[in-house]
């Protein structure tokens, strides 16, 4: 029998995952299925445990129980620790490993595919939920010259912000890691600020929803990244109106399923094909 993994989540339908792992897999030899998991809202956990008992090796873990996950894990990553949410899990038996393979999809995806560097750019990050939690660290670590998580609820920015800046004068980031301080506002107070990344990392494109963002956050040559992929959303419409670069998030999902692929099988497979074969090219 090969190996079991699959991604779970909710909604989970729209996943490629299981594509990806699919190619991941004939690439490089490994002997593995991979499945898609519809999880209840309030039955994250039992969804895991069932998976387990069934042989289940690995997961990967998206909106909205990356949080849970992390808190289900008995061992985690240093990134997933710092990030409180976990998207990659490992099943062994030591018990649960859980890891946060999103903040490098994303990293790779903006560095290596869209041939944009970090460094010394103004960055704000929309939401403040498990999807930018998994990015903060990565994106500190690449030493962008501002950092500023902006949120519909600000006190949910700001508590993140806390978290990272606290986490940071603790000396778990290693010096020299970005900015002074990671920033936080609420939606309506970005009005008369301009980054040269913006960061889509809400769940309101895969609602359709367009946030509340003024067109003077995308600078000139503004890269506007959406994490949510297969659709053309409401932000990425805005940005292109404003005349930003646009990027939906499916680099970024090859990215991670990458490093977590390398994570369960101890091989890292070329994402190069995969995303090609994925945009049709």
């Known amino acids: 029998m090969p190996d079991r993994y699959a991604v779970v989540g909710h909604p989970v339908a729209h996943s490629q995952s299981p594509r990806i792992h699919a190619s991941f897999a004939r690439q490089t030899g490994q002997d593995m299925s991979y499945e898609a998991i519809l999880a209840p809202l309030d039955g994250f956990g039992a969804t895991v445990r069932a ?31 710092v990030a409180g949410a976990a998207n990659t899990l490992v099943f062994d038996e030591h018990g649960i490993y859980g890891d946060n393979t999103d903040g ?15 460094a010394g750019q103004r960055v ?3 939401g403040a939920g498990g999807a930018a939690r998994g990015t903060i660290l990565p994106l500190l670590l690449e030493q962008p010259a501002q950092l500023v998580i902006a949120n519909r609820t600000s006190e949910k920015a700001r508590r993140l912000a806390d978290e990272f800046n606290e986490a940071r004068s ?3 980031f290693p010096v020299g890691s970005g900015p002074a301080k990671v920033q936080s506002c609420g939606l309506i107070e970005l009005a008369g600020q301009a980054f040269d990344m913006v960061i889509d990392a ?4 895969l609602a ?14 503004c890269l506007a990244y959406e994490m949510v992929y297969g659709q053309k959303t409401p932000f990425m419409t805005q940005a292109h109106c404003a005349g ?6 499916l680099g970024m999902l090859v990215e991670q399923a990458a490093e977590a692929f ?8 070329e994402t190069t094909p995969v995303l090609k074969e994925l945009r049709g090219k």
Not at 53 to 60: P, V
Not at 211 to 220: G, N, Q
Not at 262 to 267: A, E, F, K, M, Y
């Open 244 to 249: 930003a670069r646009v990027s939906d998030g």
């Open 104 to 118: 490098v999809g994303l990293v790779r995806d903006i560095r290596h595919n869209l041939g944009r560097n970090i």
């Open 262 to 269: 390398h994570l369960w099988r101890g091989v890292r497979p």
């Open 124 to 126: 704000l990050l929309l």
């Open 202 to 205: 809400t769940s309101a494109g």
């Open 208 to 221: 359709g929803e367009l946030l509340e963002i003024p067109d003077s956050v995308f600078a000139p040559d």
């Open 170 to 172: 603790l000396a778990l």
């Open 51 to 81: 998976f387990i008992s069934t042989g289940g090796r690995g997961m990967n873990v998206t909106v909205p129980f990356k949080e849970e996950a992390c808190r289900l894990a008995t061992r985690l990553s240093d990134r997933a620790g």
